[in-house]
């Protein structure tokens, strides 16, 4: 490709909505312009990156057997209905009517468009397994669209839907797109991980997200450094700290700790370290058919964070809502921030979690204002608790798989698999004749990718000071060419282009810059833009019988023999 | 690609709602499956045709200079509200309110889109001039969806964007494109004709049709085989088809002509030929600021038939509608049957097509119920009246170019490019700065290829009664291997597999039916698809060391021996 036959448009500023590096860098190299809120035109330079991530992905699925189709963009409600999506998801499922007053929605994703398809063309089990995917665009009215491709509106997502006759081949057919998600972010040239999730609202019985890693990411990934575990936040089990409760030492007494609502506070207030101090949560679980409104009271360690996801899963918390101030003080007889197990007004529900309950000698409030207890034991003091997992793991916590401690980093999830079993196929009567004839429920597994977020968590990962550093298989060029001065240089236009002629002969992915702009601007340009090769071509390093070459990664400039350039990039390119 | 590695899905009859063709075939074969109406999923033996399709309209379009890019489908009304198609478009175009209620569409095409692009993007007659398209998802609300992909509502649009600083730049760009879409088609291996087309209410002043040619096509095309004239009915020039009047030779009298309303009536009864007789159309143009209503009198051959569009492009008629039976009683005294321009009750402006206003001894109605006047003649019995180009061609008529006389043929339109000026730059103020620093106007073209109708039209005109007969460069598959009994056969098995690896290994796009089927069910399946060369392994070829060539398109058998089969298969590819 020759600049002059390309559109190349960058910015000095990034525009004031921009919060975050990735956003600003993609708008101040021209691959994305905004058209409304969440909603971007794709300029040719961000176009190219993404048809690189889309080929890599569809070769990998293609690869992994799976086939590819399209579901259209607008489909109708009555799918949509009978999953109980139509009702269930909120206002960021986009809603549109027909001329005739129909209802459609604007696909988030296509469960219910792929049970659709498969339920009429799956009869039997000798079709089966099968495994469709496309590469679609995406909608999702986000409430507040923002960070450029990382939260936008709409997007593009590949997703894949496998469908078998049991457990057994949904499980193989999840660990077959498990290992081409792996292929698919290893040829990226991206650092990643993939960690074990919670199936959530989606349903079914095994999932994991595919990070990438970068600082700024969202999303705290748990992962053990001597073993393979890893888990999001909300999934990584967290153990007991001890193995077991030691002994009572101490009795329990009252103390004074006015003004003192933290645990911190209290734990300075006594000199006791904050590990030997228990923290209140009280939740309520409203009035159900017949069962009465409950209260429980959730304990954990001072230093520790309650993990929501976990309190939802505890035996009749599925439900679960924070009480109110007013509910507290019914219950306990004392505002927060002095709440305890011990004695409260009316009787609670306790769990404690799996580190509180082996404490011994704990400090926890005394339900009565500006009083703390000392020296609460279970058992003696209190009833034994309700045990559970009820905290995020901290780093350094026993992995659980009993390898090593576990650490955390942060990640930007773009990628996610599902089992969902029978989730969409029951609903939708998704069946097919097994050998006796009898018709079976479809397994079904969904697995996706976020496209266009892809090209915003790169970038989270890989950029300096000067711009972005793509990895060269998603680059939006490989190799860009600098001639200096082609204008006047006879010598510089000729090298040019027999070095620009060599490298597409040889398939290289190469930009010749021949707009004739000035060298700082325009290295300035392909710095910002991230093309990870550079060559330049000038009448100083020709004298010599040299080209420079410069990695948008490293910056050191390399001097090159004219005539061994194009196999010095090759060589370069097979590198990575 | 291997059959069991894909997904074939046949059947032996359409679904009730198709009516066309294509529709039944496209059903029939597996391409797509309806998932709404007017919305289609396209399947993986669908999607590998419209992939074709895209990729040589992208490879074209690259050539010829244009840049790719992606617009969203989901675009701002605020656009549309600028250039005023947000009110005048109808319900076909799909609106849609996000979760804050502001006001989307669904987009139909991108001219707001790309001129809010360039309106920031290009600055001075330096960047000029420049060409975006996309291949994107457009919807489009047809009242009535049918005929498949032929008037689907979801679909899948070339649609590029040209910018010129002045006219004859976008003279050129325009025909740069004419030309880039000239080697699309040539390049799809389908019969077409670009034929020059009435601009309409998009503006501009040019714009031609891409038709493929079919015997089912809803549009005639006009052309002249012994000169390069070609248009649409809409915009094809007829000339007056004599070229002077003859002298009067009779006097107007009044006929008895009872229960004749129709020309061809009169005629067979005064024992004349039609095309002595003249109808009458009369129209209306209703009140508006001041000018109080007309009534119009049209006056055509007794054998033409009426143009609309030239009729619209009358002085004065830009706005017409058909009279009412009461207006016509009012103003001829008569009702419709007996209408003519001699003695009307009322005032009406008489317009005579080109041909009648040489007519001399015509037939026309007398303004009297089962009345008729014969030996009309201009001048004598009634004023000269104003003349104008008012009727369809005909097979026959002289060309415009005086080259020859006109043809008529079907077509389907699935291409087409236009001239726009400054129909959009004017209302959304997309001006660049020229020489002097004066901000000017771009110049606009637009230019729209319908990526799923080109599926439809292509079957339409390549088709027989075993099914599709796809040309080589769209078709889902070059060539399918059908081997015969290849559970029982290790020379099948080997032989199969020979030909496969050296079809791959030289870069054919083959399919090997490992299905296991009976070669009837088999040859079936792939007659109904459509694929171009199939090649049949079996064991009494391969004892006479023989493999079977059939082309889908003549279907001949021809024996080649097993070593030469890639390289005649290669060969065939190569005459395509």
Redesign the interface.
């Given at each position: 490709m020759r600049a002059t036959?390309?559109?190349i448009?960058t910015l000095k500023e990034a525009p004031a909505d921009a919060e975050i590096i990735s956003h600003k860098l993609m708008m101040r190299a021209g691959m994305i312009?905004r058209?409304?809120s969440g909603?971007?035109?794709?300029?040719?330079m961000?176009?190219r990156i993404?048809r690189k991530v889309e080929n890599i992905i569809r070769e990998e699925m293609n690869r992994a057997?799976a086939?590819?189709?399209?579901?259209?963009?607008?489909?109708?409600a009555e799918?949509w209905q009978e999953t109980g999506r139509w009702d269930k998801m909120g206002?960021?499922l986009?809603?549109?009517k027909?001329?005739h007053g129909r209802d459609?929605i604007?696909q988030p994703t296509s469960e219910e468009?792929i049970t659709?398809?498969v339920r009429?063309?799956i009869r039997s089990y000798r079709q089966l397994p099968?495994n469709?995917y496309h590469i679609q665009?995406k909608?999702r009215?986000e409430?507040r669209p923002r960070f450029g491709l990382m939260r936008g509106?709409?997007f593009t997502m590949k997703d894949a839907y496998s469908f078998d006759r049991d457990v057994d081949g949904l499980k193989k057919s999840y660990q077959i797109m498990y290992d081409a998600y792996t292929s698919i972010f290893q040829r990226f040239g991206l650092q990643f991980r993939a960690v074990a999730a919670d199936n959530g609202a989606i349903g079914g019985s095994g999932s994991h997200e595919f990070h990438v890693i970068a600082e700024t990411g969202e999303d705290a990934l748990v992962y053990c450094p001597t073993s393979d575990y890893a888990a999001n936040m909300e999934a990584a089990e967290a153990l007991a700290l001890s193995d077991s409760r030691a002994a009572a030492s101490a009795a329990m007494a009252k103390t004074a700790t006015p003004g003192k609502e933290k645990c911190e506070d209290v734990a300075a207030l006594l000199n006791l370290p904050l590990t030997a101090t228990v923290k209140s949560i009280v939740l309520a679980v409203d009035a159900d058919e017949g069962k009465e409104k409950q209260i429980w009271l959730l304990l954990l360690r001072g230093d520790h964070e309650l993990n929501e996801v976990k309190v939802s899963k505890v035996a009749g918390l599925a439900n679960f809502r924070f009480a109110s101030e007013s509910e507290i003080v019914e219950y306990f007889g004392c505002k927060p921030g002095y709440l305890g197990p011990v004695g409260t007004v009316k009787p609670v529900k306790v769990v404690a979690d799996r580190t509180v309950a082996n404490m011994a000698d704990f400090v926890c409030g005394a339900n009565e204002e500006g009083y703390h207890l000392t020296g609460v034991n279970w058992g003696r003091d209190l009833p034994e608790p309700v045990v559970a997992d009820l905290r995020n793991v901290v780093a350094g916590d026993l992995s659980p798989d009993g390898k090593g401690v576990l650490a955390i980093q942060r990640g930007i999830e773009v990628g996610h698999v599902f089992q969902l079993g029978t989730r969409y196929s029951e609903d939708m009567k998704a069946t097919f004749l097994d050998e006796n004839g009898k018709p079976q429920l479809l397994q079904m597994g969904c697995y996706g990718i976020g496209v266009t977020r892809i090209l915003g968590a790169a970038i989270e990962q890989n950029y300096d000071d000067k711009g972005i550093i793509w990895p060269t298989a998603i680059a939006p060029f490989e190799v860009v060419i600098c001639p200096m001065g082609m204008d006047r240089s006879e010598a510089v236009r000729t090298e040019t282009e027999n070095l620009y002629q060599a490298l597409l002969a040889a398939g290289v992915d190469v930009i010749l810059d021949d707009r004739g702009e000035r060298p700082g601007a325009m290295f300035a340009d392909w710095e910002l833009i991230g093309v990870p090769h550079r060559v330049v071509v000038g009448d100083r390093g020709l004298k010599e019988g040299k080209l420079e070459y410069v990695a948008r990664r490293g910056g050191e400039a390399v001097h090159v023999p004219v005539a061994e350039m194009a196999a010095f990039i090759q060589a370069r390119l097979a590198e990575q």
């Amino acid at each position: 490709m020759r600049a002059t036959r390309f559109f190349i448009s960058t910015l000095k500023e990034a525009p004031a909505d921009a919060e975050i590096i990735s956003h600003k860098l993609m708008m101040r190299a021209g691959m994305i312009k905004r058209l409304g809120s969440g909603i971007y035109n794709y300029m040719p330079m961000g176009l190219r990156i993404i048809r690189k991530v889309e080929n890599i992905i569809r070769e990998e699925m293609n690869r992994a057997g799976a086939i590819e189709m399209l579901m259209p963009v607008v489909q109708p409600a009555e799918l949509w209905q009978e999953t109980g999506r139509w009702d269930k998801m909120g206002p960021e499922l986009m809603r549109v009517k027909d001329r005739h007053g129909r209802d459609f929605i604007i696909q988030p994703t296509s469960e219910e468009a792929i049970t659709d398809v498969v339920r009429s063309e799956i009869r039997s089990y000798r079709q089966l397994p099968v495994n469709f995917y496309h590469i679609q665009t995406k909608f999702r009215d986000e409430r507040r669209p923002r960070f450029g491709l990382m939260r936008g509106r709409e997007f593009t997502m590949k997703d894949a839907y496998s469908f078998d006759r049991d457990v057994d081949g949904l499980k193989k057919s999840y660990q077959i797109m498990y290992d081409a998600y792996t292929s698919i972010f290893q040829r990226f040239g991206l650092q990643f991980r993939a960690v074990a999730a919670d199936n959530g609202a989606i349903g079914g019985s095994g999932s994991h997200e595919f990070h990438v890693i970068a600082e700024t990411g969202e999303d705290a990934l748990v992962y053990c450094p001597t073993s393979d575990y890893a888990a999001n936040m909300e999934a990584a089990e967290a153990l007991a700290l001890s193995d077991s409760r030691a002994a009572a030492s101490a009795a329990m007494a009252k103390t004074a700790t006015p003004g003192k609502e933290k645990c911190e506070d209290v734990a300075a207030l006594l000199n006791l370290p904050l590990t030997a101090t228990v923290k209140s949560i009280v939740l309520a679980v409203d009035a159900d058919e017949g069962k009465e409104k409950q209260i429980w009271l959730l304990l954990l360690r001072g230093d520790h964070e309650l993990n929501e996801v976990k309190v939802s899963k505890v035996a009749g918390l599925a439900n679960f809502r924070f009480a109110s101030e007013s509910e507290i003080v019914e219950y306990f007889g004392c505002k927060p921030g002095y709440l305890g197990p011990v004695g409260t007004v009316k009787p609670v529900k306790v769990v404690a979690d799996r580190t509180v309950a082996n404490m011994a000698d704990f400090v926890c409030g005394a339900n009565e204002e500006g009083y703390h207890l000392t020296g609460v034991n279970w058992g003696r003091d209190l009833p034994e608790p309700v045990v559970a997992d009820l905290r995020n793991v901290v780093a350094g916590d026993l992995s659980p798989d009993g390898k090593g401690v576990l650490a955390i980093q942060r990640g930007i999830e773009v990628g996610h698999v599902f089992q969902l079993g029978t989730r969409y196929s029951e609903d939708m009567k998704a069946t097919f004749l097994d050998e006796n004839g009898k018709p079976q429920l479809l397994q079904m597994g969904c697995y996706g990718i976020g496209v266009t977020r892809i090209l915003g968590a790169a970038i989270e990962q890989n950029y300096d000071d000067k711009g972005i550093i793509w990895p060269t298989a998603i680059a939006p060029f490989e190799v860009v060419i600098c001639p200096m001065g082609m204008d006047r240089s006879e010598a510089v236009r000729t090298e040019t282009e027999n070095l620009y002629q060599a490298l597409l002969a040889a398939g290289v992915d190469v930009i010749l810059d021949d707009r004739g702009e000035r060298p700082g601007a325009m290295f300035a340009d392909w710095e910002l833009i991230g093309v990870p090769h550079r060559v330049v071509v000038g009448d100083r390093g020709l004298k010599e019988g040299k080209l420079e070459y410069v990695a948008r990664r490293g910056g050191e400039a390399v001097h090159v023999p004219v005539a061994e350039m194009a196999a010095f990039i090759q060589a370069r390119l097979a590198e990575q």
